[in-house]
């Protein structure tokens, strides 16, 4: 079965630190981008950070650049976001996210059910 | 990086059809074929409906499709059904390794 797990929200005190990672399984990993994408419940969907199947190339929303920092071990077939810094404005569902291609694309086509962050104090 | 523009709802009646627009720049959607849209129905997660424009995932009812003119993107649903109601949201490359979403539209079936 193709699935993305998701693991690693919880709450958090404004400005400190939250690792999220996401197990990948049911696929070739290490052949595709992925992503995360978040989503204030109730709210739009974000994207926040993507990489390439290699992590040579990697990108951030403005929102979250300079504070958050993606990652994969293919090797593990997990996908990592460090979140430093956390800001109210963070709290959200936090989604991993398949790329249809081995770059960077704006088509995901497996989910994972999501991580809730919440940032409070 | 700004967020795409949808309208915040959209409706019709059951085998009406209904199209939703996605406005950019030349920079996301104007620059290349890398359009998709997703349909998310209340507490579920995000499928893919539409990619690179007007491409159907297999499985995807061909009454979805998308087409693209300048820098808007449009996604028309026809023969619209009540399991149709839900959020759309358009994507787009924006170049740089950079996605963006558009703010999404509330689809009511009447």
């Known amino acids: 079965e193709v699935k993305l797990v998701e693991s690693g929200g919880g709450l958090v005190q404004p400005g400190r630190s939250l690792r999220l990672s996401c197990a990948a399984a049911?696929?070739?990993?290490?052949?595709?981008?992925m992503h995360w994408v978040r989503q204030v419940p109730g709210k739009g969907l974000e994207w926040v950070s993507g990489i390439t199947w290699n992590s040579g190339g990697i990108a951030y929303a403005d929102s979250v650049k300079g504070r958050f920092v993606i990652s994969r071990d293919n090797g593990k077939n997990s996908l990592y976001l460090q979140m430093n810094s956390l800001r109210v404005e963070d709290t959200a569902l936090y989604y991993c996210?398949?790329?249809?291609?081995?770059?960077?694309?704006?088509?995901?086509?497996?989910w994972g059910q999501g991580t809730m962050v919440t940032v409070s104090s | 990086q700004s967020a795409l523009t949808q309208p915040p709802s959209a409706s019709g009646s059951p085998g009406q059809s209904v199209t939703i627009s996605c406005s950019g720049t030349?920079?996301?959607?104007?620059?290349?074929?890398?359009v998709s849209w997703y349909q998310q129905h209340p507490g579920k997660v995000p499928k893919v409906i539409i990619y690179e424009v007007s491409k159907r995932p297999s499985g995807v009812p061909d009454r979805f499709s998308g087409s693209k003119s300048g820098n808007t993107a449009s996604l028309t649903v026809s023969g619209l059904q009540a399991e149709d109601e839900a959020e759309y949201y358009c994507?787009?490359?924006?170049?740089?390794?950079?996605?963006?979403f558009g703010g999404g539209t509330k689809l009511t079936v009447l």
């Open positions: 030349s920079s996301d959607v104007g620059g290349d074929n890398y």
């Open positions: 994507s787009s490359y924006a170049g740089s390794n950079v996605v963006v």
């Open positions: 049911g696929f070739s990993f290490e052949d595709f981008g």
């Open positions: 996210a398949k790329d249809t291609a081995y770059v960077i694309t704006d088509t995901f086509d497996i």
